[in-house]
Antibody, heavy 121, light 107 residues
Framework: EVQLVESGGGLVKPGGSLRLSCAAS????????MNWVRQAPGKGLEWVSS???????DYADSVKGRFTISRDNAKNSLYLQMNSLRAEDTAVYYC???????????????WGQGTLVAVSS | DIQMTQSPSSLSASVGDRVTITCRTS??????LNWYQQKPGKAPSLLIY???RLQSGVPSRFSGSGSGADFTLTISNLQPEDFATYYC?????????FGQGTKVEIK
């Protein structure tokens, strides 16, 4: 497992922006696929976005065009730029590493502790 | 998107019980199915991947089975630390989707 620490959450007004960060403990960060997964208060888990070690990016439809995932391998860090925030984006945001091989598929083996984003006027 | 249906949504059980949680997917996903445990206020943690492979460090009382579109998580000899919410997740195609969760409570 890799240690992951999120930061950057907070209270923001609808329409506002926020940038989340996730710091990874391992120097081999550049070889990992990374994800953001969120959980609204009292609700289940929702995958938000992923960025591969090769730079391939994918988004859930609910955030496409508003959120941007990025990574800085030199800083062992993952980011999520969130724009045009809505009340329904209120959630704890987790960063998670996924591992993959052709026999097992993808799975999230390491998770951060999460950072809370609250969108409210 | 692949829809995930977990059942039951909650259950009450006693220490020592055998507990079974099922997960059904809206299309065939072969064995690309993972299970996670989440305790209140904590991040999820991986229990089972690829339907039946036990994550390192997870007790052997946890087991997974199934393929295609029907999967099962079994906890044999339920322990106090197993009271938590359990989620299945498909990794066959994006968007990765999760079941709605099964809360295991103390009877």
């Amino acid at each position: 497992e890799v240690q992951l620490v999120e930061s950057g959450g907070g209270l923001v007004k609808p329409g506002g922006s926020l940038r989340l960060s996730c710091a990874a403990s391992e120097v081999s960060f550049n070889t990992y696929n990374m994800n953001w997964v969120r959980q609204a208060p009292g609700k289940g888990l929702e995958w938000v976005s992923s960025i591969g070690s090769d730079g391939y990016i994918d988004y859930a439809d609910s955030v496409k065009g508003r959120f941007t995932i990025s990574r800085d391998n030199a800083k062992n860090s993952l980011y999520l730029q969130m724009n045009s925030l809505r009340a329904e984006d209120t959630a704890v945001y987790y960063c998670a590493r996924d591992l993959y091989d052709i026999l097992t598929g993808y799975y999230f083996d390491s998770w951060g502790q999460g950072t809370l984003v609250a969108v409210s006027s | 998107d692949i829809q995930m249906t977990q059942s039951p949504s909650s259950l009450s059980a006693s220490v020592g019980d055998r507990v079974t949680i099922t997960c059904r997917t809206s299309q065939i996903i072969h064995r690309y199915l993972n299970w996670y445990q989440q305790k209140p206020g904590k991040a999820p943690s991986l229990l089972i991947y690829a339907a039946s492979r036990l994550q390192s460090g997870v007790p052997s009382r946890f087991s997974g089975s199934g393929s295609g579109a029907d999967f099962t998580l079994t906890i044999s000899n339920l322990q106090p630390e197993d009271f938590a919410t359990y989620y299945c997740q498909q990794s066959y195609s994006t968007p990765w989707t999760f079941g709605q969760g099964t809360k295991v409570e103390i009877k």
